[in-house]
């Protein structure tokens, strides 16, 4: 699976920072995946009244992308969120294994988390995204389920992190040349579990 190119294109045609990217899967292969895109920005209020009140701009609505693109194994998202972690220039890739949520013993917490991780907040409206995902409630019901994975970088290069971060490996732009030399663990499973992949390195020393 190919996912930096379809960044890439999103970055150029937004016009926006990022403050962090995410991918979305249950352990079903050659299902959908859900890529989703949360941007740093504002937009005004489009309610009138709201305006008048001088009440706050409201957030960019993020982007859910539907991602069709066949697949085997785990490993083989856990690959292409590596390969678009370390060129977009992001310090650390994080993996995230859940289980289930749609069971005795599973906590409210758990399913909120679930239904965050498929562009589906709570207590957000539908504006706070932009859905170009028609499978999405049934991934998220399958989710919920039987379980599902979730990995978040946040990217130097087309994000708002580009001022902030001390890491040696990064070109002047923000990106990394290709490949990636952080190999993939596995298996992922849908379990409680979390793994850090570290991509960003500093040699600099710092004084108190």
């Avoid at 959908?32 to 504002?42: E, R, S, T, Y």
């Avoid at 679930?114 to 957000?124: I, L």
């Avoid at 989710?143 to 708002?160: D, E, L, N, Q, T």
């Amino acid at each position: 699976m190919e996912l930096f190119d379809k960044l890439s294109s999103q970055i150029a045609s937004v016009g926006l920072p990022l403050l962090a990217v995410s991918l979305t899967a249950v352990p079903r292969a050659d299902t959908p995946v859900m890529l989703m895109l949360h941007w740093h920005g504002f937009r005004k209020n489009p309610d009138r009244l709201h305006r008048l009140l001088g009440m706050q701009p409201v957030p960019v609505p993020g982007s859910a992308l539907q991602v069709n693109e066949p697949w085997k194994a785990m490993l083989a998202l856990d690959h292409a969120m590596l390969d678009a972690a370390w060129r977009l220039g992001a310090w650390e890739l994080e993996r995230e294994e859940k289980r289930a949520c749609n069971n005795l013993g599973a906590s409210s917490a758990e399913a909120f988390e679930c239904q965050q991780a498929f562009a589906s907040h709570p207590v957000q409206s539908d504006e706070a995204w932009v859905r170009e995902a028609p499978d999405l409630n049934d991934l998220m019901h399958l989710g919920a389920k039987i379980g599902y994975v979730r990995w978040v970088f946040r990217p130097v290069y087309g994000g708002m992190w580009g001022g902030t971060v001390q890491d040696d490996t990064l070109s002047a732009d923000g990106t990394r040349t290709p490949p990636c030399p952080v190999a993939p663990r596995g298996p992922a499973e849908p379990k409680a579990s979390r793994t850090k992949y570290r991509l960003g390195q500093s040699t600099r020393l710092y004084l108190a």
